[in-house]
């Protein structure tokens, strides 16, 4: 059984690194809609046997629940790594073989993107990269406990040293539509560029212009 996890840290918290860039107010909404964007790809992917949203914000939870996906809830995210190994261990225990971890901020992939990543699936772990090649967008896992999760800078590196550590079979799959995420002001503007039209987008279109 293949378990689509994404973890959703609390949207009030989310975005720091746009502080001075886009008003607090601005930058939940943003984070919102980068989750609902994402958890709706994922739930019209085929191959992916349960999506399951792991948070501890209430109305992303109602949001999940309506979806038809898994709330695996949390008291409060100590940081994306222990969020994902956590919801791994309990996506075990209802039968999980593989995970996918997902981030919500890559508002350019597609449910065939998610199906690709779910092909993609076989012993050990398989990276999608991040654009620059440093960080990871999405990590494949089978079985979803096989290696520790180390998001952050340098995860990439990160994932492919644990693999060879603990003689995991890894593999690299590079969809551009996981590979770009949003962190930077540089990134906003090549989102309205490339997905003009993209419900993200026309929220950054009139915040921006309001600034």
Not at 41 to 67: F, K, M, N, Y
Not at 98 to 125: H, N
Not at 194 to 208: K, Y
């Amino acid at each position: 059984m293949i378990f689509a996890l994404l973890p959703v840290k609390n949207p009030r918290n989310a975005k720091q690194r746009l502080e001075g860039f886009l008003p607090a107010a601005d930058r939940e909404r943003f984070a919102r809609l980068l989750y609902e964007q994402t958890i709706a790809a994922l739930c019209q992917a085929s191959g992916i046997d349960r999506v399951a949203v792991v948070t501890s914000d209430p109305e992303v939870s109602a949001h999940a629940r309506r979806l038809g996906a898994a709330v695996f809830e949390e008291d409060q995210q100590c940081s994306h790594s222990a969020s994902a190994d956590a919801a791994c261990l309990r996506a075990i225990e209802l039968g999980a073989v593989t995970a996918l971890l997902v981030p919500i901020d890559v508002p350019l992939a597609t449910a065939a993107d998610f199906e690709q990543l779910a092909a993609s699936a076989r012993p050990g772990v398989v990276i999608v990269p991040s654009a620059d090649g440093t960080g990871t967008n999405a990590l494949v896992r089978t079985p979803p406990d096989v290696i520790p999760s180390c998001f952050g800078p340098g995860s990439f590196h990160a994932h492919l040293d644990q693999a060879r550590t603990r003689g995991v079979a890894a593999g690299v799959l590079r969809l551009p539509g996981l590979m770009f995420d949003i962190d930077t002001p540089e990134d906003i503007t090549e989102l309205l560029e490339r997905a003009p039209e993209s419900p993200v987008a026309s929220f950054l279109r009139t915040a921006c212009a309001s600034k």
